[in-house]
Every structure is written in structure tokens, then in C-alpha cells.
Nanobody, 113 residues
């Protein structure tokens, strides 16, 4: 299984980005998918996840600002990020679980103040 994250970039505080995670196979087979980020100090934080049934959960730091969704027809998961703040800066990785764990290469998000 290959996961390809994209959509990162440089944005000013208050701006928005949408990350995509394209899977090489049918994502319906995954029990859960999600995003975590690794900040400049190498701290890792689980940002959001979504189950095969569509239930989502979020880190307290992004609740109300980020929305995780999935399009099973496109085998793609998304992370809509609004009202970005500098603390959101980091490399964002998508992952998937189906008995095994898969992780894609990250995409860099930089939020300037």
C-alpha cells in the first residue's frame, strides 16, 4: 500500500490549506486513516483520524479549525485546515490501518505570523 500526501505549502496565519492523501488501493479496506504532524522540535502529534464508518476525532489544538474527510470513490482522504496558526507548522503525514500500519511521505506546512 502506498500513501501519497500533498497540498502543503507556505501560508500566512489565518489562511487555509487542504491536504490530500491518495492511496494506491481501495481505502474502504482500511479500519482507520488519519494525519499526524511533526513540528520543528520533532514533537509528534496526532492531528485527526477517521474510521471506515466516517467517525472523526481531533486533537484539542485543531478542533473547530480542521476537518478530516474521505472520498472512498477517489481513494483519497483530506484534511481541510482553516484559520491556521504558526503552531500548525510541521510536516504532515497521513497513515492508514488495516491490521497493518501504513504511512506516506509527509508534506510540509509552514504558517508564517
Amino acid at each position: 500500500v502506498q500513501l501519497q500526501a500533498s497540498g502543503g505549502g507556505l501560508v500566512q496565519a489565518g489562511g487555509s490549506l487542504r491536504l490530500s492523501c491518495a492511496a494506491s488501493e481501495n481505502i474502504i479496506s482500511f479500519n482507520a486513516m488519519g494525519w499526524y504532524r511533526q513540528g520543528p522540535g520533532n514533537q509528534r502529534e496526532l492531528v485527526a483520524d477517521i474510521t471506515s464508518g466516517g467517525r472523526t476525532s481531533y486533537a484539542d489544538s485543531v478542533k473547530g479549525r480542521f476537518t478530516c474527510s474521505r472520498d472512498n470513490a477517489k481513494n483519497t482522504m483530506y484534511l481541510q485546515m482553516n484559520n491556521l496558526v504558526p503552531h500548525d507548522t510541521g510536516v504532515y503525514y497521513c497513515f492508514a490501518e488495516s491490521g497493518s500500519y501504513y504511512r506516506g511521505r509527509g508534506t510540509l506546512v509552514t504558517v508564517s505570523s
